[in-house]
T-cell receptor, first 111, second 114 residues
Framework: RKEVEQDPGPFNVPEGATVAFNCTYSNSASQSFFWYRQDCRKEPKLLMSVYSSGNEDGRFTAQLNRASQYISLLIRDSKLSDSATYLCVVASSGGYQKVTFGTGTKLQVIP | EAGVAQSPRYKIIEKRQSVAFWCNPI?????LYWYQQILGQGPKLLIQFQNNGVVDDSQLPKDRFSAERLKGVDSTLKIQPAKLEDSAVYLCASSSTPGPYEQYFGPGTRLTVT
């Protein structure tokens, strides 16, 4: 089983739609979780951290479910500019926190 | 604030040749990462430096890849000899602290091995 798994998509959604991605992780001791965004042929950029209590930033909401070992990203009122690949990032526990990226989920917002 | 700089942006070489990539992190960032991103996959960590010491190189193919970070600032990643499967984007990232804090990525070097 991969350390971090994501549905590669693509998710094709119309403008204004709500879309959600999940990411599962295998290490139950994982401590930190993030979503990065990567535009085509660009470098990844941090979208948001994922806290145990969940967090929201405008149209984006991230949730953590430790019992089922997954994190989620919800995007409301999708914009054309949201079209990108969304990378799930999981960091293990311990003195040195190893960071593992998922393969990414591709989102295409259609006019 | 200047971002992470990488060069070259593109490189085409033949298999069995050698190649080197350079990275200059954000000023003051102690932690530097090199990732390999193959088309359609997420970034895979090759090596992580804390200042000029190696923290993790468990996924670095040491028979052909090497990396150094002199004086805890700039870093160079080398491949010698290159194989076809090394075709990928090589991303450098830096962060101000070790661990899973925000990483700032450079634009990457797109390597094609023919």
């Amino acid at each position: 089983r991969k350390e971090v798994e994501q549905d590669p998509g693509p998710f094709n959604v119309p403008e204004g739609a709500t879309v959600a991605f999940n990411c599962t992780y295998s290490n139950s001791a994982s401590q930190s979780f993030f979503w990065y965004r990567q535009d085509c042929r660009k470098e990844p950029k941090l979208l948001m951290s994922v806290y145990s209590s969940g967090n929201e930033d405008g149209r984006f909401t991230a949730q953590l479910n430790r019992a089922s070992q997954y994190i989620s990203l919800l995007i409301r009122d999708s914009k054309l500019s949201d079209s990108a690949t969304y990378l799930c990032v999981v960091a293990s526990s311990g003195g040195y926190q190893k960071v593992t990226f998922g393969t990414g989920t591709k989102l295409q917002v259609i006019p | 604030e200047a971002g992470v700089a990488q060069s070259p942006r593109y490189k085409i070489i033949e298999k069995r040749q050698s190649v080197a990539f350079w990275c200059n992190p954000i000023s003051g960032h102690a932690t530097l990462y090199w990732y390999q991103q193959i088309l359609g996959q997420g970034p895979k960590l090759l090596i992580q430096f804390q200042n000029n010491g190696v923290v993790d190189d468990s996924q670095l193919p040491k028979d052909r890849f090497s990396a150094e970070r002199l004086k805890g600032v700039d870093s160079t990643l080398k491949i010698q000899p290159a194989k076809l499967e090394d075709s990928a984007v090589y991303l450098c990232a830096s962060s101000s602290t070790p661990g899973p804090y925000e990483q700032y990525f450079g634009p990457g070097t797109r390597l094609t091995v023919t």
